[in-house]
C-alpha cells in the first residue's frame, strides 16, 4: 500500500476522525491553550488554534485561499469563511470529503465560499497566479517528499502571498523509529528543514513560533484526560477496539511532545 493510502486510511470518515468532529468541533487538529485559557474545551482551543492561524494569514473578503489537505471534514475552511468572507479551495486525500465538506459548509452558512477537491497536493488542479494566499494545517507532517508539495503551493501562489504552516517538526530529541510518528504515517522534519525547504521552493520572509507548550503538549494531556474521564463517551464515538488503540497510543503522542522528540511549529512566509 501507498503511504498516500495509509493516511487517507486513517482520516476517510474513520473513528479517527469521529473523535475529532465530536470533540474538536470538525477540526482534525490539536487545540490552542494560551496562558490564562487553560479552561477551554478541546472544540473551544481546536478553533482558537484555527483562529490563530487566520490571524497569521491576514485574508479579507473576497480573497481566494488554497486549504492544501483541507481534511474529510474541513473545519478550519469553514471556519475561515466564515471569519473573513474569503472563498476557500480545499484539496484533500479522502473521497468522502466531496459528500461531507458540502453538507458541513452549508450548516455554517458558507456553502458558496468553500470548495473541495480530492486529490494529491503534489499536483494541484489549478492555473497559476490563482490564490491570494494558502495554508497547510497539519497536513505536511504526512508528506514524504515536501518539496514538489511546496513548490506546487508557490506556483498557484500570486506574488506578495502568504503562507501559514501548522505542524509537527523533528525536536531535539526526535528519533525516526518513534512508534507514534511511524503508527501515525509521519514523516517529520526539523524546523531548520521546514524553513529551508520554504526558501528552496521560492518563499521568502520565512518565520515560525514554537507552540509545543501552547499546543501539542496540552493538547495530548486533554485527549488522555479525555478518554480518562469520559470512557463511555469515548468509546461511544470511536468503538472499543479503537478506544483500546487509542488509549495505548495517546501516552506515545504525549511522551514525544512533553521529551520534545517532536515540536509544534507555526510557520508563515510569503512569494516575492
Ligand atoms: C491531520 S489531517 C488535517 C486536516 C485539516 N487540515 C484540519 O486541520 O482539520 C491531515 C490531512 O492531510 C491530508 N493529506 C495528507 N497528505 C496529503 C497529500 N499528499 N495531498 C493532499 N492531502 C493530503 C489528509 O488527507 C488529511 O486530511
Redesign the pocket.
Given at each position: 500500500m501507498s503511504h498516500?493510502a495509509h493516511?487517507?486510511e486513517q482520516?476517510d470518515d474513520t473513528p479517527f476522525t469521529a473523535w475529532f468532529d465530536h470533540f474538536a468541533a470538525g477540526?482534525?487538529?490539536l487545540g490552542y491553550w494560551p496562558p490564562g485559557r487553560e479552561d477551554q474545551s478541546f472544540a473551544e482551543a481546536a478553533t482558537a488554534l484555527t483562529a490563530l492561524l487566520i490571524e497569521r494569514l491576514g485574508v479579507f473578503a473576497g480573497q481566494r485561499v488554497l486549504?492544501?489537505?483541507?481534511?474529510?471534514?474541513a473545519?478550519?475552511a469553514i471556519q475561515l469563511a466564515a471569519a473573513t468572507g474569503c472563498e476557500v479551495d480545499g484539496?484533500?486525500?479522502?473521497p468522502n470529503a466531496k459528500r461531507l465538506v458540502p453538507e458541513r459548509a452549508a450548516a455554517a452558512g458558507v456553502a458558496d465560499n468553500v470548495r473541495v477537491h480530492v486529490?494529491?497536493?503534489?499536483a494541484l488542479p489549478f492555473p497559476d497566479d490563482s490564490f491570494d494566499a494558502a495554508w497547510l494545517?497539519?497536513?505536511l507532517i504526512?508528506?514524504p517528499d515536501k518539496k514538489p508539495?511546496l513548490r506546487e503551493v508557490h506556483r498557484v501562489l500570486r506574488p506578495g502571498a502568504r503562507i501559514v504552516i501548522a505542524d509537527y517538526p523533528a525536536g531535539e530529541r526526535f528519533s525516526p523509529g518513534l512508534r507514534w510518528v511511524t503508527d501515525n504515517y509521519f514523516v517529520p522534519a526539523s524546523a531548520a528543514e521546514l524553513e529551508r525547504m520554504l526558501a528552496e521552493a521560492g518563499f521568502t520572509a520565512v518565520t515560525w513560533e514554537d507552540h509545543n507548550d501552547t499546543v501539542a503538549v496540552p493538547s495530548f494531556q486533554r485527549m488522555l484526560d479525555l478518554a480518562l474521564a469520559r470512557p463511555e463517551e469515548t468509546k461511544a464515538v470511536v468503538g472499543e477496539d479503537t478506544y483500546e488503540l487509542f488509549a495505548d497510543l495517546v501516552p506515545d503522542g504525549s511522551a514525544a511532545h512533553r521529551d520534545r522528540a517532536l515540536s509544534y511549529g507555526v510557520f508563515t512566509a510569503r512569494t516575492p
Open positions: 498516500e493516511v487517507l482520516y477540526h482534525i487538529h486549504d492544501v489537505g483541507c481534511g474529510v471534514l473545519g478550519p484539496v484533500t486525500l479522502e486529490g494529491n497536493a503534489s494545517v497539519e497536513m504526512h508528506v508539495v
